[in-house]
């Protein structure tokens, strides 16, 4: 079965950048659409970006991290990333990967196939 796994979290202060990335194995990477939600003290899981199955500049940002995260993918490696500059506190959130199979970009959880277990930003001020 597809398996994702998230990497590259960690603690970091207001206005730091870090990279965080997604392996999926056991599936065919190119043939899936890719994004990044998070999780924070809300509750909710949002949206936060996302790349289709084509890659390139085909690509969806919520409004707040729109000009400070850039999504990217490399599918000789199976991996989806997530470059986050100028980070904020609001930003701290436990990130989930997830891979869809038949969707070309979605904002939308349910949209979406397979979900890693996430990794932890936390952004201090």
């Known amino acids: 079965q597809v398996q994702l796994v998230e990497s590259g979290g960690g603690l970091v202060q207001a206005g730091d950048s870090l990279t965080l990335s997604c392996v999926l194995s056991e599936g065919t990477f190119s043939s899936y659409a890719m994004g990044w939600f998070r999780h924070g003290p809300g509750g909710s899981r949002d949206f936060v970006a996302c790349?289709?199955?084509?890659?390139?500049?085909?690509?969806m940002y919520e409004d707040s991290v729109r000009g400070r995260f850039a999504i990217s993918r490399d599918n000789a490696k199976n991996t989806v990333y997530l470059q986050m500059n100028n980070l904020r506190p609001e930003d701290t959130a436990i990130y989930y990967c997830a891979a869809a199979e038949h969707l070309d970009l979605g904002v939308y959880s349910g949209a979406y196939d397979y979900w890693g277990r996430g990794t932890q930003v936390t952004v201090s001020s």
């Open positions: 790349i289709s199955w084509t890659g390139g500049d085909r690509v």
